[in-house]
């Protein structure tokens, strides 16, 4: 199956306030497309669409090949969903939250040891959750997103307020889904992590899509890219920044570095935090 | 490929073992169970109507009195040596509750037409009948005692008790109290489950199992169950221990399976409503006290209030009181069990509508 999951042109309000307006894109196996947009942009709206919660306003939404409203149990079983609340039973141990969710899924001979070793909680499955780190419930909480070996993935902040350990085993692990075929939806408001995990950024504002691309093609084709020189000329250190737009550029470089004495040189180009200001009119955050 | 009825065994397994964590809960029904069942046993299983009656004569034996107002149906007469005594016993309410302090000369006195007084004794808390019912017995005592009729002839009296005659059926305090305790066990439970709901909304876990193969239709289903099953058990133990299973069994069993579906009716609803554990309080309470008052209204003498007859609980408390205490069958019990039945059906779909409206808006 080439697409995995296809939207197109999805739309809810809250009474009269529109999340998502006419949303479309699509996604293939092993492919990662990060959605990016600053708090209330629409990207939790549309995962509760994209999983069933929330029935679209419009449009239509095939998982699998499968129509979601007329096969959500067949879809559901297929997926995997992971919220960006810590919604687990806190009197529960790791262990027993998963175990009941793999019988949710009608999932049994489930090598629940093995899952929370992935997720690095080997040696905690058996204390209670209320006993975790927000990390240890967040990454419980990847396990479970896991357990039905999903199809597609589906990621609301996947690692939002987290420690660097916690967000760092979470990010490898939705490579490492990627990599067995899984199609990945990720939502974030983290640049970086968009940048580093994901095939595909999708900017999100306001309810609609501003722009779909790799992350690179989005830097190209809407940041700037530029060198900034230091150097020590007669008056002390001088600063430079050189737009690299053209052939003019390779010359005033070269100038500059042949005509004093250079401290630094610095490569800089846009985020993906530059080129989204660019879309929306105002940041991330 | 998950079955529906392998989602709610899941569900209720969850759900038990969470229920059976929660500290709260464990402790109160397991002391509310012993303290309920401890208290029944505790309790006079009969209603004493006795009236016991102390007399004091000043000079002469009282023996002959004694043996006079004894003969008197639902008297039980103690002579005093001294009015010191008597006053004391009477004081003391053990053992007699009033008494009649005849004075020297008394029956010389009546003989011969004299005036006289007797001092009637009461408790400050004996009932207010008792007063003119004593008066009234020693004027009737002084015309025994001289051996003439009182100066009319009384009329003969035909009593026409209109339904079911009670009298000398008054029930023990421990029939009484059995409905109060099988309800307030009910509550308990009622609780218990709501706190299960408003836990699984405020922790949205019920999102995350929203998105599994698990529908919403089987989330209900198994707080439905859990619901009754935690109510029917505790209530049916009550039961069993309080010596009431052997009276109409089966008819018991039914009025306590509505009683559990009705409370988890109001735990489904005091779930969805509350956001946090005092709102959970508030409304169980709130919506919880019709199911109660018809318990307690059980504990006064006399019909129920008509208000009090059309509360959801009525039902449950008339069919237990009349099947425990009476003996009744289905046929009696029909119509209280069909008024249960209706406010079960009531409640029991506000419940599953409010829930469902909750955990669609989430």
């Given at each position: 199956?080439?697409?995995?999951?296809?939207?197109?042109?999805?739309?809810?309000?809250?009474?009269?306030?529109?999340?998502?307006?006419?949303?479309?894109?699509?996604?293939?196996?092993?492919?990662?497309?990060?959605?990016?947009?600053?708090?209330?942009?629409?990207?939790?709206?549309?995962?509760?669409?994209?999983?069933?919660?929330?029935?679209?306003?419009?449009?239509?939404?095939?998982?699998?090949?499968?129509?979601?409203?007329?096969?959500?149990?067949?879809?559901?079983?297929?997926?995997?969903?992971?919220?960006?609340?810590?919604?687990?039973?806190?009197?529960?141990?790791?262990?027993?939250?998963?175990?009941?969710?793999?019988?949710?899924?009608?999932?049994?001979?489930?090598?629940?040891?093995?899952?929370?070793?992935?997720?690095?909680?080997?040696?905690?499955?058996?204390?209670?959750?209320?006993?975790?780190?927000?990390?240890?419930?967040?990454?419980?909480?990847?396990?479970?997103?896991?357990?039905?070996?999903?199809?597609?993935?589906?990621?609301?902040?996947?690692?939002?307020?987290?420690?660097?350990?916690?967000?760092?085993?979470?990010?490898?692990?939705?490579?490492?889904?990627?990599?067995?075929?899984?199609?990945?939806?990720?939502?974030?408001?983290?640049?970086?992590?968009?940048?580093?995990?994901?095939?595909?950024?999708?900017?999100?504002?306001?309810?609609?899509?501003?722009?779909?691309?790799?992350?690179?093609?989005?830097?190209?084709?809407?940041?700037?890219?530029?060198?900034?020189?230091?150097?020590?000329?007669?008056?002390?250190?001088?600063?430079?920044?050189?737009?690299?737009?053209?052939?003019?550029?390779?010359?005033?470089?070269?100038?500059?570095?042949?005509?004093?004495?250079?401290?630094?040189?610095?490569?800089?180009?846009?985020?993906?935090?530059?080129?989204?200001?660019?879309?929306?009119?105002?940041?991330?955050? | 490929?998950?079955?529906?009825?392998?989602?709610?065994?899941?569900?209720?397994?969850?759900?038990?073992?969470?229920?059976?964590?929660?500290?709260?809960?464990?402790?109160?029904?397991?002391?509310?169970?012993?303290?309920?069942?401890?208290?029944?046993?505790?309790?006079?299983?009969?209603?004493?109507?006795?009236?016991?009656?102390g007399?004091?004569?000043?000079?002469?034996?009282?023996?002959?009195?004694?043996?006079?107002?004894?003969?008197?149906?639902?008297?039980?007469?103690?002579?005093?040596?001294?009015?010191?005594?008597l006053e004391?016993?009477v004081d003391?309410?053990?053992?007699?509750?009033a008494g009649l302090d005849?004075?020297?000369?008394?029956?010389?006195?009546?003989?011969?037409?004299?005036?006289?007084?007797?001092r009637v004794l009461l408790r400050?808390?004996?009932?207010?009948?008792?007063?003119?019912?004593?008066?009234?017995?020693?004027?009737?005592?002084?015309?025994?005692?001289?051996?003439?009729?009182?100066?009319?002839?009384?009329?003969?009296?035909?009593?026409?008790?209109?339904?079911?005659?009670?009298?000398?059926?008054?029930?023990?305090?421990?029939?009484?109290?059995?409905?109060?305790?099988?309800?307030?066990?009910?509550?308990?439970?009622?609780?218990?489950?709501?706190?299960?709901?408003?836990?699984?909304?405020?922790?949205?876990?019920?999102?995350?199992?929203?998105?599994?193969?698990?529908?919403?239709?089987?989330?209900?289903?198994?707080?439905?169950?859990?619901?009754?099953?935690?109510?029917?058990?505790?209530?049916?133990?009550?039961?069993?221990?309080?010596?009431?299973?052997?009276?109409?069994?089966?008819?018991?069993?039914?009025?306590?399976?509505?009683?559990?579906?009705?409370?988890?009716?109001?735990?489904?609803?005091?779930?969805?409503?509350?956001?946090?554990?005092?709102?959970?309080?508030?409304?169980?309470?709130?919506?919880?006290?019709?199911?109660?008052?018809?318990?307690?209204?059980?504990?006064?003498?006399?019909?129920?209030?008509?208000?009090?007859?059309?509360?959801?609980?009525?039902?449950?408390?008339?069919?237990?009181?009349?099947?425990?205490?009476?003996?009744?069958?289905?046929?009696?019990?029909?119509?209280?069990?069909?008024?249960?039945?209706?406010?079960?059906?009531?409640?029991?779909?506000?419940?599953?509508?409010?829930?469902?409206?909750?955990?669609?808006?989430?």
């Amino acid at each position: 199956m080439d697409r995995v999951l296809v939207v197109e042109g999805i739309s809810y309000a809250y009474g009269d306030t529109v999340a998502v307006d006419d949303v479309s894109f699509d996604l293939g196996p092993g492919e990662v497309l990060g959605v990016l947009g600053p708090n209330g942009a629409g990207k939790s709206t549309t995962i509760k669409m994209l999983t069933g919660q929330l029935e679209p306003r419009s449009g239509r939404i095939s998982v699998l090949g499968l129509d979601l409203q007329r096969h959500r149990d067949a879809i559901q079983a297929r997926i995997g969903v992971c919220f960006e609340e810590k919604n687990v039973y806190p009197t529960l141990s790791g262990r027993e939250n998963l175990a009941f969710f793999a019988r949710l899924f009608g999932l049994r001979d489930i090598d629940l040891d093995g899952l929370l070793a992935r997720v690095g909680l080997q040696e905690r499955g058996r204390d209670r959750v209320s006993n975790y780190s927000k990390g240890m419930r967040q990454r419980l909480m990847i396990a479970r997103t896991l357990l039905n070996e999903p199809d597609v993935l589906f990621l609301d902040e996947p690692t939002d307020g987290l420690d660097p350990v916690s967000a760092r085993t979470i990010r490898r692990l939705v490579r490492d889904e990627a990599e067995r075929g899984a199609a990945v939806l990720l939502t974030t408001h983290d640049m970086y992590e968009a940048d580093e995990l994901s095939d595909r950024v999708a900017f999100i504002d306001r309810g609609r899509v501003l722009a779909m691309d790799t992350p690179e093609a989005l830097k190209l084709v809407h940041g700037t890219r530029s060198v900034r020189v230091r150097l020590r000329g007669g008056s002390g250190v001088e600063e430079h920044v050189v737009e690299l737009d053209g052939e003019a550029a390779a010359e005033r470089l070269r100038d500059l570095v042949h005509g004093g004495d250079v401290l630094t040189i610095h490569t800089e180009e846009a985020t993906l935090e530059d080129v989204f200001v660019e879309f929306a009119g105002r940041g991330l955050t | 490929m998950t079955s529906r009825a392998g989602v709610v065994r899941a569900f209720l397994a969850k759900d038990l073992r969470i229920h059976a964590r929660d500290r709260f809960y464990v402790v109160v029904t397991i002391v509310g169970l012993v303290f309920y069942i401890g208290v029944f046993w505790l309790l006079p299983d009969s209603v004493d109507e006795t009236l016991h009656l102390g007399v004091h004569v000043q000079d002469a034996p009282a023996e002959a009195l004694t043996d006079l107002v004894g003969d008197a149906e639902g008297f039980e007469v103690t002579s005093f040596g001294s009015a010191d005594d008597l006053e004391d016993a009477v004081d003391a309410g053990d053992p007699v509750v009033a008494g009649l302090d005849l004075p020297a000369g008394f029956l010389q006195a009546i003989a011969a037409g004299d005036d006289v007084t007797v001092r009637v004794l009461l408790r400050a808390d004996a009932p207010e009948e008792l007063r003119p019912a004593l008066s009234g017995m020693v004027r009737e005592l002084a015309f025994v005692l001289v051996g003439e009729q009182p100066p009319v002839t009384a009329p003969d009296l035909e009593t026409a008790v209109l339904g079911v005659d009670r009298a000398g059926e008054q029930l023990s305090l421990r029939d009484q109290l059995r409905p109060v305790f099988v309800v307030l066990a009910l509550f308990v439970e009622m609780f218990a489950l709501a706190s299960l709901v408003a836990g699984e909304i405020q922790q949205r876990t019920i999102t995350a199992v929203l998105t599994t193969p698990a529908r919403i239709s089987d989330v209900l289903a198994a707080k439905t169950v859990i619901g009754m099953l935690l109510a029917f058990s505790q209530a049916a133990i009550i039961v069993v221990a309080t010596g009431a299973a052997t009276r109409g069994p089966m008819l018991l069993a039914v009025a306590l399976l509505l009683g559990a579906i009705l409370v988890t009716g109001v735990g489904l609803i005091a779930g969805s409503l509350g956001k946090d554990f005092v709102e959970v309080v508030f409304w169980s309470f709130l919506i919880g006290l019709p199911v109660m008052i018809p318990a307690f209204g059980a504990l006064f003498p006399g019909s129920a209030p008509g208000w009090i007859q059309v509360l959801p609980g009525h039902g449950l408390v008339e069919v237990m009181v009349r099947t425990t205490a009476y003996g009744e069958g289905f046929t009696e019990a029909f119509p209280y069990l069909g008024m249960l039945a209706a406010w079960c059906g009531l409640v029991f779909v506000l419940g599953v509508v409010l829930l469902r409206r909750r955990v669609v808006r989430l």
